[in-house]
């Protein structure tokens, strides 16, 4: 199985709801990444997290992690219809190259 | 800034034709990166450069691809020759350093017939 892999693969949720979204590792990471992805479009950068920290926020987005279980989560809150993208967690393993999962395809409905 | 810029957008060409993919990236940038992204494998890491110098090539599928950064604001990445199976969209990547954020371009999708 790959290094990142993001469950769910797919979240459908209602405008105004909270979107969870989680990502699981295996080695040792220099940081974690998220990233989202409008169809058709390129990725934008959305938060890093440094190993050495557990929690970060950045407006509606707050993404924690553990290191100790090798797991990242990503939360959405009061999502909006223009939230609705696929996310991906990308880790650093101190090679300089990210390692990006298969990401979760999230819809939010008005 | 433009941020990271790709040409052409959008490429139509044959089976065995050769397919050159062109990248500038921000200035100031260290690394720059070449994925590639299709429904089946992801997103997939071809190559990556640190100031002009390929570090990790690993990625690049067999020796019809090759990638070439003949300095700080140019990259390109090409196929010879192309095959269906190329069919994918390309996007470049950069970042101030290898470990950092990346701000993407916004990725040429290559179609082989």
């Known amino acids: 199985s790959q290094q990142g892999e993001e469950d769910p693969q797919a979240l459908s949720i209602q405008e105004g709801e909270n979107a969870t979204m989680n990502c699981s590792y295996k080695?040792?990471?220099?940081?974690l990444q998220w990233y989202r992805q409008n169809s058709g479009r390129g990725l934008v950068h959305l938060i890093l997290i440094r190993s050495n920290e557990r929690e970060k926020h950045s407006g509606r987005l707050r993404v924690t992690l553990d290191t100790s279980k090798k797991s990242s989560s990503l939360l959405i809150t009061a999502s909006r219809a223009a939230d609705t993208a696929s996310y991906f967690c990308?880790?650093?393993?101190?090679?300089?190259?990210?390692?990006f999962g298969q990401g979760t395809t999230l819809q939010v409905k008005p | 800034d433009a941020g990271v810029i790709q040409s052409p957008r959008h490429e139509v060409t044959e089976m065995g034709q050769e397919v050159t993919l062109r990248c500038k990236p921000i200035s100031g940038h260290n690394s720059l990166f070449w994925y590639r992204q299709t429904m089946m494998r992801g997103l997939e890491l071809l190559i990556y450069f640190n100031n002009n110098v390929p570090i990790d090539d690993s990625g690049m599928p067999e020796d019809r691809f090759s990638a070439k950064m003949p300095n700080a604001s140019f990259s390109t990445l090409k196929i010879q020759p192309s095959e269906p199976r190329d069919s994918a969209v390309y996007f470049c990547?950069?970042?101030?350093?290898?470990?950092?954020?990346?701000?993407f371009g916004p990725g040429t999708r290559l179609t082989v017939t």
């Open positions: 990547a950069s970042s101030l350093d290898a470990g950092e954020e990346q701000y």
């Open positions: 080695t040792s990471i220099n940081n």
């Open positions: 990308a880790t650093d393993l101190l090679t300089g190259k990210l390692i």
